[in-house]
């Protein structure tokens, strides 16, 4: 069964993670009006998410006061809904927010994806792209020969024809 959200502005928009690095999970978590709804999604997504924002921020110019670190915090219970499969972002350069749309990832195809609709602040947006990009550099350094990541207690690399990597 499919859900449908649709927020005209959002209260909070945060992003945290779950789990130990290696394991973790990423949660995007917004919440208006006593509402608050948690989808998981990927961290290459949350990556590419916060690398797009920044282009947008440069353009923007003065983000402005920008959400303490202590109001980025999830909230608990953090369960997530479902795992975000699209996304859109759109910019509105006039009101200087952001026209967000979050789509379900779903295997089936005659089953309609739920989805997440809202409008966010430029500092909000601000707030939560330098959170994630912390977050995602908090993880496991890159192989330097395959970029995947460097695993604690060695790395298989694919570019060693399977022989494992020196460890960093």
């Known amino acids: 069964m499919s859900s449908s959200y649709e927020f005209n502005s959002v209260d909070r928009i945060t992003i945290g993670t ?45 983000v402005g006061a920008m959400p303490t670190a202590d109001q980025l915090e999830l909230a608990a219970p953090a369960l997530p809904m479902w795992a975000i499969g699209g996304m859109t972002i759109g910019w509105d350069e006039d009101d200087r927010e952001f026209n967000v749309r979050l789509e379900e990832l779903i295997a089936e195809e005659d089953v309609e994806p739920s ?7 430029l500092e909000q947006m601000a707030a939560f792209a330098e959170r994630g990009t912390e977050l995602v550099g908090a993880g496991r350094p890159p192989c330097p020969l395959c970029s995947f990541p460097l695993d604690p207690r060695g790395h298989t690399c694919p570019r060693m024809n399977g022989h494992r990597a020196p460890l960093r």
Do not use: Y
């Not at 949660?27 to 997504?45: A, Y």
């Open 18 to 62: 779950m789990g130990p690095v290696g394991e973790r999970i990423f949660l995007l978590q917004l919440q208006s009006d006593g509402t608050v709804i948690t989808v998981k999604l990927e961290k290459r997504q949350v990556g590419a998410l916060c690398e797009r924002l920044t282009q947008i921020f440069e353009a923007a110019g003065d």
């Open 115 to 121: 989805d997440i609709t809202f409008t966010a602040t």
